[in-house]
């Protein structure tokens, strides 16, 4: 679970705050998308669930932000990290810089979490199959391409078992089969009671993967809902946030008349095809 209550946030250098009167709540299990434009705020609210802020990254705020149960400004971070795994936007800026294998490398958290040896290797060497990173496991991070990095740095979160997951853009530097596998992995934890903040800019993904989504302007929430409404609002744009081809598809054959009357435009390739079939149907 993570909530946020009459949450608003600037950081030591702004002029302005960055996040305003956020009051959102995530519960258990579910898999909450965000999406919004460049410097919307989207990595801040994930580092407010995570805790970098305020205890790493300081600032002013008010409000309160509880994350799997605890106020996270009351709790130390080392506390905070037991439970709540953060994947950050650039990989490179979460290895730790003090081990010289991607398995040391995923290790590391896990000897601080005092997991006994069988179970560290049975989880680690789980992990590296599932992300098919197994080949790199005697490799230096430091080795490794961005995308490599950004699975590495995945694995080494989940092997944690963390009871609240924050995603930044987690396949921003992945191939469509990286990306393909990272959703895979985290639809294998939908059902564990896991609760995922996902921030991700390739909508059609979200659409399928997420139970609900963040529209997130300026420092505030303006859509919040489930993916087929939020991702076909017509608002969008004025949000500085891209719409899926399905949509656009729609949305020009709806401006010629060819989309049948009353149906919803589509966010996913299923439901685009079932739109599309019936107007086909109805000009026949
Ligand atoms: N450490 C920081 N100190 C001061 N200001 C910051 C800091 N990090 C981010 N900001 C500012 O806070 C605002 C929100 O940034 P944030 O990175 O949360 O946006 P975002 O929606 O994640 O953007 P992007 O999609 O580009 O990553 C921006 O104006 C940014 O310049």
Request: hydrophobic fraction near 45%.
């Amino acid at each position: 679970m993570i909530e946020f209550s009459r949450f608003s946030y600037a950081y030591p250098t702004s002029t302005a705050p960055v996040l305003r009167d956020i009051e959102v709540a995530i519960p258990e299990g579910q898999v909450c998308g965000l999406v919004g434009a460049g410097g919307a705020g989207k990595s801040t609210l994930g580092y407010a669930a995570a805790g970098l802020i305020p205890h790493a990254l300081g600032g002013d705020f008010t409000g309160r932000v509880t994350t799997a149960g605890r106020v996270v400004a009351d709790t130390p971070l080392a506390e905070v990290v037991t439970e709540v795994g953060l994947v950050l936007q650039n990989p490179f800026n979460q290895i730790s810089g003090a081990k010289y294998s991607v398995r040391a490398e995923l290790a590391f958290g896990l000897e601080n979490l005092g997991v006994a040896r069988t179970e560290m290797v049975d989880r680690i060497d789980g992990m590296l199959e599932r992300l098919q990173i197994a080949h790199l496991a005697e490799r230096s991070p430091y080795e490794l391409s961005g995308g490599q990095q950004q699975l590495v740095a995945l694995a080494a979160v989940l092997v944690m078992k963390p009871r609240v997951l924050v995603l930044d853009e987690p396949t921003s530097q992945l191939d469509p089969a990286g990306s393909r596998l990272v959703f895979a992995a985290l639809e294998e934890l939908r059902g564990t009671g896991i609760t995922v903040l996902l921030i991700e800019q390739k909508l059609e993904q979200l659409a399928e993967y997420a139970d609900r989504v963040l529209v997130l302007a300026e420092g505030s929430v303006r859509l919040d809902g489930e993916p087929e409404r939020v991702l076909a609002d017509p608002r969008l744009p004025e949000w500085g946030v891209g719409t899926t081809r399905f949509t656009d598809a729609a949305r020009r054959a709806a401006e010629l008349g060819r989309w049948p009357a009353g149906r919803d435009l589509p966010v996913t390739l299923p439901t685009a095809v079932a739109g599309f079939t019936e107007a086909l149907g109805e000009t026949r």
